[in-house]
């Protein structure tokens, strides 16, 4: 079964530093790009950014690029998202998820959507 | 920045055909997608690439495309269906983004 399995909810203080992960099982972990979307409290979806684990090849939405880090362990299957430093805005509950592969009689390519989604990270960033 | 629009919400009774929207300039030339988000739940792909319904997916769910506008129905709701339902595309850029969502109420 392909699954995302996320690390559990934190709680942090503004200024501080964090690194949340997404564990992938079931697939071929470097053949799959692995995005991270954030939901704030009783807000909508919002697409954070995206990595390849095969060669680490990461884009970011313009509206997060500097603010956070994506990376991946593909020995350990294993992708992150991490802050350098909290703030309050930060709260909110993250997901990693991964987007399918579509395969035709010839060729095959990766779909713009996720499909298989982990079960959520939620961050809490308060004094 | 780009942007997509759904109505904030909807409402219809049991077994009634529900339609949600999303409006964006680049729906034209890109592909929509349809989340369904239940409470407390991680969201589900329901319709990819404006009109494909994934494996498991009910049939009363479909999806259709047309000029700037995108559109979700759910022939015949059923209570089970309430949910956040958010559009998903991608600009001329190729950034990928979420429309604000549609609340869905079946009673």
Redesign the interface.
Same mark, same amino acid.
């Given at each position: 079964e392909v699954q995302l399995v996320q690390s559990g909810a934190e709680v942090k203080k503004p200024g501080e530093s964090l690194k949340i992960s997404c564990k992938g099982s079931g697939y071929s972990f470097t053949s799959y790009w692995i995005?991270w979307?954030r939901q704030m409290p009783g807000k909508?979806?919002?697409?954070m950014g995206?990595i390849y684990p095969g060669d680490s090849d990461t884009r970011y939405?313009?509206s997060f690029q500097g603010q956070v880090t994506i990376s991946a362990d593909k020995s350990i299957s294993t992708a992150y998202l991490q802050w350098s430093s909290l703030k309050a805005s930060d709260t909110a509950m993250y997901?990693c #998820?991964r987007p399918p592969i579509y395969c035709s009689s010839t060729s095959c390519y990766t779909?713009? #959507?996720?499909?298989i989604?982990?079960?959520?990270t939620m961050v809490t960033v308060s004094s | %920045?780009y942007e997509l629009t759904q109505p904030p919400s909807v409402s219809v009774s049991p077994g009634q055909t529900a339609r949600i929207t999303c409006s964006g300039d680049a729906l034209p030339k890109k !592909?929509a !997608?349809w !989340?369904q988000?239940k409470s407390g739940q991680? $969201?589900?792909?329901v319709i @990819?690439?404006d009109s494909k319904r $994934?494996s498991g997916i009910p049939e009363r769910f479909s999806g259709s495309s047309s000029g700037t506008m995108a559109t979700l129905t759910i022939s015949g709701a059923q209570v089970e269906d309430e949910a956040?339902y @958010?559009c @998903? %595309?991608?600009d001329s850029s190729g950034?990928?983004?979420? /429309? /604000? /969502?549609t609340k869905l109420t079946v009673l």
């Open positions: 995005g979307v909508g979806l919002e697409w995206i939405s313009p997901y #998820a779909g713009d #959507a996720f499909d989604w982990g079960q959520g | %920045s !592909y !997608y !989340y988000q991680a $969201p589900v792909l @990819y690439e $994934p956040d @958010y @998903y %595309s991608t950034n990928r983004i979420f /429309g /604000g /969502g």
